[in-house]
């Protein structure tokens, strides 16, 4: 086999004279128009998908939905190639629409007026603006003029990628999502001009519940799944590999096991191959380096943002369990009444459907066999299955251990009488921090389900955290828990370190005892204020004695 480095494009792979990029998909960054040979598998989907936006049907919209690295976005911009190649006498196609950064209606319908204008030819329009909240309705007269106006007989495809991450981005309010939702339901209105194409790695249905829901019935969903373990996928992998390699059935049927039949873990898998010597056992080394992936990251690249944004604790908790061999993970031993073993169930259903997991032998087991072992060399495992003197710290920005830092930044301890407040503070101190570094029990819910909780949470406040924020009141102190058994820990660190806990007096009860920490009395301070003090003690006191976040 010939041995082969990667080209100094660090988008992609240099075979022969082809670079092929970012998965076997093209990169979003390479300015052309995609081609079918770049793109491989969902054949019938895309046939599905220009059906429906070329024919008459009374749904004005089409979902594509599919995990990240599975093709939509390679798929969206197929798409937009076929229309204007085929259908221009009839269907206008302004260019893909990358709309995760836009937090509100008013700014993506000036640029759907921007890019309509630039499909039209047209130097500039200004979008119609009313004084007073966003309308939706003018929002769609407007654009079904222009088209009117400019290329009457015509209708006009709309083609969104990652509109989910824009209805559910930080930045977002409820009612800038509630104008969105307002504006894609005016836009899909049956005999309107306009058709709506979208991408989104989930459906959104934890926000405004109703509005979604309508808009996921009135639309058509497509799903795009791995490839099968067919011709196609043989196809794929065969002019993605180097023509040298003679690569038999069983290699082949062991790519697409490793790679669960996504394509970009399938190409993962080919760079390495490509890089590596010839010799016996080949294969596996490339697996085993693309599982350690130290040399181009491109699988931590991808898989950092799943885990960090995609994967919630039961899901990341269960993937761990995998990766470190904890066994059984039988639906026999999941499906108990214990509040771990349904949230890991649940999870488990959850990954199995997105295809990162699959059932064998009545065991969970990955379905990307490759994320085993990543899981493992990553550094991003964040804890083990047994006491807290185990902790593994890992910065899961970095992904790697955290040197000399506890794991919690924050940890707030509280009666449940005032859990509404301390709510409202733990949202505050995630415009911060990350969910992950606060000890707030909500955000740890499956980690602290658990018949040892009397002993582990304790054990967190006193030795991984870095600031312990005690909300007390007079329940608090009446309580055996939390008055007892957290308020403990906190007395012992403010013995050894003072500024390593702050007192917020909720309703003007002192802290019992000899207390040398400070305090701070609630008055009528808001959430937000007990939040921005919170932080500033932090960064005065705390950060300055415990190294950078």
């Known amino acids: ?18 670079v092929f990029h970012d998965g076997p998909y093209k990169h979003q960054s390479i300015e052309g128009k995609m081609l079918p040979r770049d793109f491989f598998g969902h054949q019938k989907e895309k046939a599905e998908i220009l059906r429906h936006l070329t024919e008459v049907d009374p749904r004005q919209a089409v979902i594509v939905q599919g995990e990240r690295r599975m093709g939509k976005t390679s798929m969206l911009r197929l798409i937009e190639a076929e229309l204007r190649e085929k259908h221009q006498g009839d269907i206008i196609v302004p260019q893909l629409l990358m709309i995760a950064h836009i937090s509100d209606a008013a700014t993506l319908f000036a640029e759907m007026v921007a890019i309509l204008a630039d499909a039209l ?163 596996q080394r490339a697996i085993n380096e693309a599982a350690r992936d130290s040399k181009d990251m491109r699988l931590t690249y991808a898989m950092k943002h799943v885990y960090k944004h995609h994967l919630d604790e039961a899901e990341r908790r269960l993937c761990i369990m995998l990766a470190e061999g904890v066994v059984p993970l039988t639906l026999d031993e999941l499906t108990s ?87 409202k503070v733990a949202a505050d101190l995630c415009k911060r921090f990350e969910q992950w570094q606060i000890l707030y029990a909500p955000y740890h819910e499956v980690e602290l389900a658990r018949t040892d909780i009397g002993i582990y949470l304790p054990t967190l406040y006193h030795d991984h955290s870095e600031l312990v924020v005690v909300f007390l009141c007079e329940n608090y102190v009446k309580k055996r828990w939390p008055g007892k058994l957290e308020w403990a820990a906190a007395h012992d660190m403010s013995m050894r370190k003072p500024e390593s806990v702050l007192v917020i007096e909720m309703d003007g009860v002192k802290p019992p005892g000899v207390w040398s920490g400070g305090t701070v009395e609630l008055n009528d301070r808001s959430p937000k204020e007990i939040a921005g003090m919170i932080i500033r003690r932090y960064e005065q006191d705390v950060q300055r004695s415990s190294g950078p976040p």
């Not at 969970?364 to 047994?386: E, M």
């Not at 890992?394 to 509404?420: M, N, Q, V």
């Open 121 to 283: 030819g047209l130097s500039q329009v200004d979008p119609e603006t009313t004084n007073g909240p966003f309308n939706a309705v003018q929002a769609r007269i407007c654009l079904e003029r222009l088209v009117r106006e400019h290329a009457p007989g015509k209708t006009v495809v709309f083609i969104m990628d990652e509109v989910d991450e824009c209805l559910e981005g930080e930045r977002t309010t409820p009612t800038e999502r509630a104008h969105l939702l307002g504006l894609f339901g005016a836009l899909r209105q049956p005999g309107t001009l306009i058709k709506l194409l979208f991408s989104v790695i989930r459906i959104p249905a934890r926000y405004l519940y109703k509005e979604v829901e309508t808009f996921v019935l009135d639309a058509k969903l497509i799903p795009l799944k791995p490839l099968e373990n067919d011709p196609e996928f043989e196809a794929m992998i065969r002019i993605l590999a180097d023509p040298d390699q003679m690569l038999t059935a069983d290699e082949i049927a062991e790519i697409h096991r490793q790679a669960g039949g996504w394509p970009y873990f399938a190409k993962v898998i080919l760079v390495y191959l490509i890089q590596s010597p010839g010799g016996p056992a080949w294969l």
């Open 337 to 423: 009444k214990d509040p771990v073993d349904a949230a890991l169930l649940g999870a488990g259903q959850r990954l199995e459907g997105r295809c990162y997991l699959q059932l064998r032998d009545n065991a969970y087991c990955f379905a990307v066999a490759l994320l085993g072992p990543w899981f493992r060399n990553s550094g991003l495992i964040a804890t083990q299955h047994a006491s807290p003197e185990r902790v593994l710290l890992a910065d899961r920005d970095g992904g790697e251990p955290a040197s000399g830092r506890k794991r919690f930044r924050i940890a707030l301890s509280y009666a449940s009488e005032h859990g509404d407040f301390v709510e």
């Open 1 to 18: 086999m010939t041995n082969r480095t990667a080209s100094h494009d660090t988008t992609g792979i240099k075979l022969g004279e082809e």
